[in-house]
T-cell receptor, first 111, second 115 residues
Framework: DAEITQSPRHKITETGRQVTLACHQT?????MFWYRQDLGHGLRLIHY???????NKGEVSDGYSVSRSNTEDLPLTLESAASSQTSVYFC??????????FGEGSRLTVL | KQEVTQIPAALSVPEGENLVLNCSFT??????LQWFRQDPGKGLTSLLL?????REQTSGRLNASLDKSSGRSTLYIAASQPGDSATYLC??????????????FGKGTKLSVKP
């Protein structure tokens, strides 16, 4: 079955370190997204991509970057991790109709 | 700016009851609306997708309706079961170019179905 996988599922890091969260989907979807989920804020869009070499900023993009070198992968990089970036991160991809499919999430703790 | 609101934030019902979850949005220029289920510590599972031209969608015991003009959607769950306990999220896709899948989420309704 096609799926979307995230790694690592859990990570603890220190302030100032660079962190990369991986996202891989096997549906061959062009559209991919990164969200973060926090208590009191719900899900907020970080970055998104509509195809290879295309990346766009979402609502809360400061301190994050993405790259899209192929259809399957959209890694999310935190250039210099901050405590405010402690969160659960979800990767998603969507069909041409806009139906969104999510990964299981990556829980990041920045100490 | 689009805002999506879900009321109530939490709901507890006895098993077997029919129930309705509410979602409202401030900007009616939506591309679609999607309902998700999230279990604790898990990702989101898509339940129903309603395109802007549709009024409702059904899947098993679930029925979602959409009224764009009033900025409302409801998720109807028939004959609720303890396994339906989860957080239900509503999300809208905005109607500007190339935005398929770029959703704005409500904060969810946490449903508890008691045996």
């Amino acid at each position: 079955d096609a799926e979307i996988t995230q790694s690592p599922r859990h990570k603890i890091t220190e302030t100032g370190r660079q962190v990369t969260l991986a996202c891989h989907q096997t549906w061959n979807h062009n559209n991919m997204f990164w969200y973060r989920q926090d208590l009191g804020h719900g899900l907020r869009l970080i970055h998104y991509s509509y195809g290879v070499q295309d990346t766009n900023k979402g609502e809360v993009s400061d301190g994050y970057s993405v790259s899209r070198s192929n259809t399957e992968d959209l890694p999310l990089t935190l250039e210099s991790a901050a405590s405010s970036q402690t969160s659960v991160y979800f990767c998603a991809s969507s069909t041409w109709t806009g139906e969104l499919f999510f990964g299981e999430g990556s829980r990041l703790t920045v100490l | 700016k689009q805002e999506v609101t879900q009321i109530p934030a939490a709901l507890s019902v006895p098993e077997g009851e029919n129930l309705v979850l509410n979602c409202s949005f401030t900007d009616s220029a939506i591309y679609n609306l999607q309902w998700f289920r999230q279990d604790p510590g898990k990702g989101l599972t898509s339940l129903l997708l309603i395109q802007s031209s549709q009024r409702e969608q059904t899947s098993g015991r679930l029925n979602a309706s959409l009224d764009k003009s009033s900025g409302r959607s409801t998720l109807y769950i028939a004959a609720s079961q303890p396994g339906d306990s989860a957080t239900y999220l509503c999300a809208v896709g905005m109607n500007y170019g190339g935005s398929q899948g770029n959703l704005i989420f409500g904060k969810g309704t946490k449903l508890s179905v008691k045996p």
